[in-house]
Every structure is written in structure tokens, then in C-alpha cells.
């Protein structure tokens, strides 16, 4: 069974450039997250989502960042325009939807390494 | 709200050694706590999760973790490390609802030959 799938792997761009990061989850995942994790530090939620809708968006920068998941399968994170503060990993994960109060494992992918020069 | 703090940044042992990862949690209720691991350039994976079942948890790889509310601990143990051990260790606490994780700072390990 395939992982979560992101890419580019790495990308490198000027400030105040666009750049859009994209992942396709787990076949059959309905919960779709995008963490961002900076340099010696843990992940940190950027948005989840249930399907199409974003349930958990609090904790993104909605001023340079979105996000969108069409169809409730692949998604694509966007940040317009880059700062040099944005240069981080972007992590995706996903995870199966049973019910809300139980654990449901999180698969990650590898990430993309974002440098903003 | 459930915190953890991981006592090392740093935790360095020798090939063949026991491993000690240690994670103290803050919460007024028996958490949902994980740990996580993160090897260089690749995805985090789950290595084990206590979810107030058995207080004793094997995971993957041979580690293990148990739960002790008297301590409030959920210390990651290994009785032998290996060279493919080394990599960032996350104790993670699950916030319901909605299965959010809360990711601190880790711990890295190195295993030296």
C-alpha cells in the first residue's frame, strides 16, 4: 500500500515568490493534515480536514497561506507571497475517520524542504 | 490541557546499551499520550500509544513505554540500541476532539558504534 505522497521533496525560492506544495493521502483516508515543522522544533498544525471541509484552520497564516482539498482526496498548500521566516518542512499527514473521541493513527509523509532566500 | 515536557534535548548512547527517552506529562485526566519517531529526511512514524489500556506498551523496534500515574511518566525505554535507532524521538500528548497532536521540541538521539 503507498504512503502519503508529497511533493516537490525540496524547493527553493526568492521571498516574495508564490510556491504550492501538494499531497495525496492514503487511499480511503478521509482526515487530511498539514503541519509545518521550523528547525530543531516539533510539528505544528497548520489545518485539518474532514473531506472537503477544513475543520482546523486556526493555527494558519491566513494572510500568505491557504489551502484547498477539492474533492476530499489530494491537496495543495499554497503560500503567496514567501517570507524568509516561511523556510520550514511541510509535513502532510492522514488518517482513516472513525469517530471523533478515538485515536486514529496518523500517517505522514515525508515532507517538503522548503528554502526561502 | 495535556502538556508533555522530554527532559533531554540530547541523549547520546553506545551501540548495544539500553535507551532511556524520558517524557513527563501535565494533565488533570489520564491522557491519550504517543511517541513518535523521526529518522533524517523521512516522515514521522508512530512507534507506540497509550491510550489507557494496559499502562505497559510495546511498540515497534523493540521499544517500549510505560504509563505511571503516580510519576506522571511515559518514559521510552530500548533494552539494546542500534545503529538504526538513531533519530528525533516526539512524546506526543492527543488532544479529543478531533485527534489533535501537540508536538514539543523531542529528543535526539545518537548511537555511537
Known amino acids: 500500500e503507498a504512503g502519503v505522497v508529497q511533493s516537490p521533496r525540496y524547493k527553493i525560492i526568492e521571498k516574495k515568490q508564490p510556491v504550492a506544495f501538494w499531497c495525496n493521502p492514503i487511499s480511503g483516508h478521509n482526515t487530511l493534515y498539514w503541519y509545518r515543522q521550523n528547525l530543531g522544533q516539533g510539528p505544528e498544525l497548520l489545518i485539518r480536514y474532514e473531506n472537503e471541509e477544513a475543520v482546523d484552520d486556526s493555527q494558519l497564516p491566513k494572510d500568505r497561506f491557504s489551502a484547498e482539498r477539492l474533492k476530499g482526496v489530494d491537496s495543495t498548500l499554497k503560500i503567496q507571497p514567501a517570507e524568509l521566516g516561511d523556510s520550514a518542512v511541510y509535513l502532510c499527514a492522514s488518517s482513516p475517520l472513525r469517530d471523533k473521541y478515538s485515536y486514529n493513527e496518523q500517517f505522514f509523509g515525508p515532507g517538503t524542504r522548503l528554502t526561502v532566500l | 490541557a495535556q502538556s508533555v515536557t522530554q527532559l533531554d534535548s540530547h541523549v547520546s548512547v553506545s551501540e548495544g546499551t539500553p535507551v532511556l527517552l524520558r517524557c513527563n506529562y501535565s494533565?488533570?485526566?489520564?491522557?491519550?499520550l504517543f511517541w513518535y519517531v523521526q529518522h533524517p529526511n523521512k516522515g514521522l512514524q508512530l512507534l507506540l500509544k497509550y491510550t489507557s489500556a494496559a499502562t505497559l506498551v510495546k511498540g515497534i523496534n523493540g521499544f517500549e513505554a510505560e504509563f505511571k500515574k503516580s510519576e506522571t511518566s511515559f518514559h521510552l525505554t530500548k533494552p539494546s540500541a542500534h545503529m538504526s535507532d538513531a533519530a528525533e524521538y516526539f512524546c506526543v500528548p492527543l488532544t479529543h476532539p478531533g485527534g489533535k497532536l501537540t508536538f514539543g521540541q523531542g529528543t535526539i538521539l545518537t548511537v555511537h558504534p
Open positions: 494533565s488533570s485526566y489520564s491522557p491519550s
